[in-house]
């Protein structure tokens, strides 16, 4: 498989607390891009960050990028039990023009 | 406006017939890739279309897998002679511009194909 590894597999938290979700990568790539899923859902997109960048916010989200790690992890502040979903890293723009590779994701489940 | 539509949503297919997916991407969307996802585990990719030209079908699993998108809107992933191992969630996602996975992409709901 060309999967990446996501740390940890799952994690629960309760409301208010932040949540962190760490994601490693195998290719060379052009960018960082994590998305969530809701079960029996698609994919949506939250962020994606560059090769030339470090670390990138959006709202509650923070993402830092460490490409001599092949690394990544994505912040998310003061969760919300709404938050709760599998969150997946996907590493684009490496060998094949067409491919994100996809990590096996993390399983967040935040307690009200 | 509209998001990325799968049709069918469900498809239970008895072992060796063939089925047919379909992908209605974003209106305008240059790029269009189809992933296959089997359970509690990430999106594995099958194939990439810029327009009409398939420019990536290296991760397609056999030759029993056939994507088309002729017109350079939708398309439909065929899967001849399906056996156990095809199950698992087929998503279609499209991305305004080409250069496949270098822009953020917009997924559809996907199709469960379960085969008996």
């Known amino acids: 498989s060309q999967q990446g590894e996501e740390d940890p597999q799952a994690l629960s938290i309760q409301e208010g607390e932040n949540a962190t979700m760490n994601c490693s990568y195998k290719?060379?790539?052009?960018?960082l891009q994590w998305y969530r899923q809701n079960s029996g859902r698609g994919l949506v997109h939250l962020i994606l960050?560059?090769?030339?960048?470090r670390e990138k916010h959006s709202g509650r989200l923070r993402v830092t990028l460490d490409t001599s790690k092949k690394s990544s992890s994505l912040l998310i502040t003061a969760s919300r039990a709404a938050d709760t979903a599998s969150y997946f890293c996907a590493a684009g723009g490496g060998g094949s023009q067409g491919n994100l590779i996809f990590g096996k994701g993390t399983k967040l489940s935040v307690k009200p | 406006g509209a998001g990325v539509s799968q049709s069918p949503r469900y498809k239970v297919a008895k072992r060796g017939q063939d089925v047919a997916l379909r992908c209605d991407p974003i209106?305008?969307?240059?790029?269009l890739f189809w992933y296959q996802q089997a359970l509690g585990q990430g999106p594995e990719f099958l194939t990439y279309f810029q327009n009409e030209a398939q420019l990536d079908k290296s991760g397609l699993p056999s030759d029993r897998f056939f994507a088309e998108r002729p017109e350079g809107s939708v398309s439909t992933l065929k899967i001849q002679r399906t056996q156990q191992e095809d199950s698992a969630v087929y998503l279609c996602?499209?991305?305004?511009?080409?250069?496949?996975?270098?822009?953020?992409?917009?997924f559809g709901p996907g199709t469960r194909l379960t085969v008996t």
């Open positions: 290719t060379s790539i052009n960018n």
């Open positions: 960050i560059r090769s030339n960048e």
């Open positions: 996602a499209s991305s305004l511009v080409g250069q496949g996975g270098f822009y953020e992409q917009y």
């Open positions: 209106s305008g969307h240059v790029s």
